[in-house]
């Protein structure tokens, strides 16, 4: 059955090079030149004091009634906070500065005297996008635009997001080494628990490992952030491109970081815990690649020059999250 990713693959297939889109769809955000030139901190990478290019990010994410909550039972709040943090995580992932968002919410007929109390549809409206931009504030990105429509339909919420690299070149999915260590920023699986809602992007981090440069050299060579699933985000990280043709990994299982919720799920599930850490998603943490040790994350394993990803010398297959179509 074709999935998303095919979907992805035919756009991909259809945009055209431009020499304002230096990474084209196909990675957490889009990077587009722009006019803007800015003084880098003394911290970053560059002489102090010379312009650098500060390069425009842009990416769009949504959640759905159904598949991301369920209205009848998360609050809008909890709705909001989703959708935008998603949004922040990929800013966190391209080790990008978040600058602004636009949101677009249809807003379903039946929220309009159910939900919530009964406080119609224009107080649901306000208490998610008060979650929205409270959310987004948290992190400096004010609201800037958006759209709001009801319909009879679901709930849906977009958003999409601005970043600036200020900088700090954006860190992608493409340029991961044979030998590099892969890294993790944190515990993964068992999200379905409700973390899915409430993680909080690591977008301190990502700058942190996007400037860290111990040889003069960035350290950080790919990075995502685990949505789909380590076994769906990994491949990401190990697919053919221009800098390198397809890569491996071997991944040491006992070095998987598992949170609680994973075991938590592994009793209701009858599954192993690990199984949780490498298929669920929505961990939202940080997975990259450095040849040298980064100043955080948790190893787990080792690129290869050979295809295939290996557990512990097993073959895995992906078991994470593609929207079928
Ligand atoms: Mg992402």
């Given at each position: 059955?074709?999935g ?14 431009s ?7 196909g990675?957490?955000l ?5 006019e ?11 002489p102090?004091g ?18 991301h ?6 609050t ?5 906070r989703?959708v ?10 391209m ?5 602004a ?14 939900a ?17 931009k409270?959310t987004?504030?948290a ?12 319909w ?7 958003v999409?997001?601005l ?25 993964l699986?068992?999200s ?6 409430t993680?909080?992007p ?16 960035p350290c950080v060579?790919a990075?995502?952030?685990?949505s ?7 491949p990401?990280?190990?697919?053919a ?5 397809q890569?491996?990994?071997?991944l040491?299982?006992?070095k ?19 199984h ?7 961990d ?20 290869t ?7 512990s010398?097993?073959?895995?297959s992906?078991?994470g ?5």
């Amino acid at each position: 059955m074709p999935g998303e990713f095919d979907l992805i693959s035919w756009i991909q297939s259809q945009s055209k090079p431009s020499e304002f889109l230096l990474v084209p769809p196909g990675d957490d955000l889009a990077v587009l030149k722009w006019e803007g030139k800015i003084k880098p901190p003394k911290t970053d990478a560059g002489p102090a004091g010379r312009n650098v290019d500060d390069l425009l990010l842009a990416g769009v994410d949504q959640v759905l009634e159904g598949r991301h909550f369920e209205s009848s039972k998360h609050t809008p709040e909890q709705i909001g906070r989703k959708v935008v943090n998603r949004n922040l995580s990929d800013c966190a992932a391209m080790g990008c500065l978040p600058a602004a968002l636009l949101v677009a919410v249809a807003l379903p007929d039946h929220l309009r005297s159910a939900a919530d109390g009964g406080t119609g549809l224009l107080d649901y409206a306000k208490l998610l996008y008060a979650a929205i931009k409270q959310t987004a504030a948290a992190h400096y990105c004010p609201v800037i635009g958006g759209d709001t429509a009801s319909w009879s339909g679901s709930l849906a919420v977009s958003v999409t997001v601005l970043g600036r690299s200020a900088g700090v070149a954006p860190v992608t999915r493409q340029g991961a080494q044979p030998g590099d260590g892969i890294y993790v920023t944190g515990p993964l699986g068992g999200s379905i628990l409700g973390r899915h809602l409430t993680f909080e992007p690591r977008l301190a981090w990502g700058r942190q490992l996007a400037t860290y440069r111990p040889t003069g050299l960035p350290c950080v060579k790919a990075m995502i952030d685990v949505s789909d699933g380590l076994s769906r985000d990994l491949p990401h990280l190990l697919a053919a491109g221009p800098q390198h043709p397809q890569l491996g990994a071997q991944l040491d299982g006992d070095k998987i970081p598992l949170h609680p919720d994973a075991l938590a799920l592994s009793t209701q599930s009858g599954k192993p815990p690990l199984h949780h850490a490498l298929h669920d998603g929505e961990d939202h943490e940080l997975l990259f690649t450095s040849p040298v040790r980064p100043p955080i994350g948790i190893r787990i394993g080792t690129v290869t020059a050979e295809p295939g990803i290996r557990v512990s010398g097993n073959l895995l297959s992906a078991g994470g999250w593609e929207h079928p179509l």
